[in-house]
């Protein structure tokens, strides 16, 4: 089976850094994407991690430990627009895009 | 930067009707799928769609879902007989081609079954 767990909720203050963490036991693995997505909208592409390692774009940064199953999203300099879900998802191995998603992390940023 | 197309935002209908959600992906993309977002849960997967043919499917795929390319621009997600458990955001994406890093996606339609 397939199983991606993310906190439910975070709240941060604006200006500050959080850590969103997602673990995941897939049958298969090819990358693992982080997306965000405001209330009754699209998901919309943060970041993509296939290798060990952080990926920096900006603001937000990825990490990624495929022995550990493991991942995490970093987001600096917290805005208010920031607040938002987060969505962890693995890509299968199955050639076609197949993507798992988590739950999501509802990020609150207060002023 | 080139969006994905989807009508209508919104869909109310009654419980056994036929419903039919629209999508026009983006215009050189070759790989179209289907996601599914019920109030409150996580996105699941549908249906990938590639050369006019289903790819791959998930179980809530089954008999009452199809999909169709009618034509060169327009990908279609019809339910035959709509049961309230299919009230959901149905989300389309597209992709260039599998080495594509994302997806991109579409923004929604709500279908709402009565």
């Known amino acids: 089976g397939q199983n991606i767990d993310q906190p439910t909720e975070m709240t941060a203050t604006e200006g500050a850094i959080v850590q969103i963490n997602c673990t995941y036991q897939?049958?298969?693995?090819?990358?693992l994407f982080w997306y965000q997505q405001h209330a009754g909208e699209a998901p919309t592409f943060l970041s993509y991690?296939?290798?060990?390692g952080l990926e920096e774009k900006g603001r937000f940064s990825s990490f990624l430990s495929r022995s550990k199953g493991y991942s995490y999203l970093l987001l600096k300099e917290l805005q208010m627009k920031d607040s938002a879900s987060y969505l962890c998802?693995?890509?299968?191995?199955?050639?076609?895009?197949?993507?798992?998603f988590g739950t999501g992390t509802r990020l609150l940023v207060s002023p | 930067e080139p969006e994905v197309t989807q009508t209508p935002s919104h869909q109310v209908t009654q419980m056994g009707q036929e419903v039919i959600l629209r999508c026009v992906p983006i215009?050189?993309?070759?790989?179209f799928y289907w996601y599914r977002q019920i109030l409150g849960q996580k996105v699941e997967f549908l249906v990938s769609?590639?050369?006019?043919?289903?790819?791959?499917k998930s179980e809530i795929f089954d008999d009452q879902f199809s999909v169709e390319r009618p034509d060169g621009s327009n990908f279609t997600l019809k339910i035959r007989s709509t049961k309230l458990e299919d009230s959901a955001m149905y989300f389309c994406?597209?992709?260039?081609?599998?080495?594509?890093?994302?997806?991109?996606f579409g923004s929604g339609t709500q279908l709402s079954v009565l």
């Open positions: 994406a597209s992709s260039p081609g599998t080495s594509e890093k994302k997806l991109f």
């Open positions: 897939t049958s298969g693995f090819n990358g």
């Open positions: 991690n296939v290798l060990d």
């Open positions: 998802a693995v890509r299968m191995n199955t050639g076609f895009q197949k993507l798992v």
């Open positions: 215009s050189n993309h070759l790989y």
């Open positions: 769609f590639y050369n006019n043919e289903i790819s791959e």
